[in-house]
């Protein structure tokens, strides 16, 4: 059974900075996309970051130049560096693999302060 585990969140200030880690016990990122997801309280899951196999990463518009998304095949870990953190950025970020049909994270709690 695949498992990914999220670490790497908690609560900073605005203008800080987290580096958001997935960790999967099995190695399904080589062929499949890989992304972050978000959800605030009362509002859907929304993409923040995804690439698809060997491809290139597309970004929300309003993480565009703060955030970057990277994938380390052999390691089966992928990663999501948040730079410039805003309060807006707050929720629970949730590690996907395989799209919506696939496989999800636990969550992890990221908290912006102003």
């Known amino acids: 059974q695949v498992q990914l585990v999220e670490s790497g969140g908690g609560l900073v200030q605005a203008g800080e900075s987290l580096r958001l880690s997935c960790a999967a016990s099995?190695?399904?990122?080589?062929?499949?996309?890989m992304g972050w997801f978000r959800q605030v309280l009362g509002k859907q899951r929304a993409l923040v970051a995804a690439m698809p196999s060997g491809g290139n990463a597309n970004y929300a518009h309003s993480v565009k130049g703060r955030f970057t998304l990277s994938r380390d095949n052999a390691g089966n870990t992928v990663y999501l560096q948040m730079n410039n953190l805003k309060p807006e950025d707050t929720g629970v970020y949730y590690c996907?693999?395989?799209?919506?049909?696939?496989?999800w994270g636990q969550g992890t709690q990221v908290t912006v302060s102003s």
């Open positions: 996907n693999v395989g799209g919506p049909e696939g496989f």
């Open positions: 099995g190695s399904i990122f080589s062929n499949n996309s």
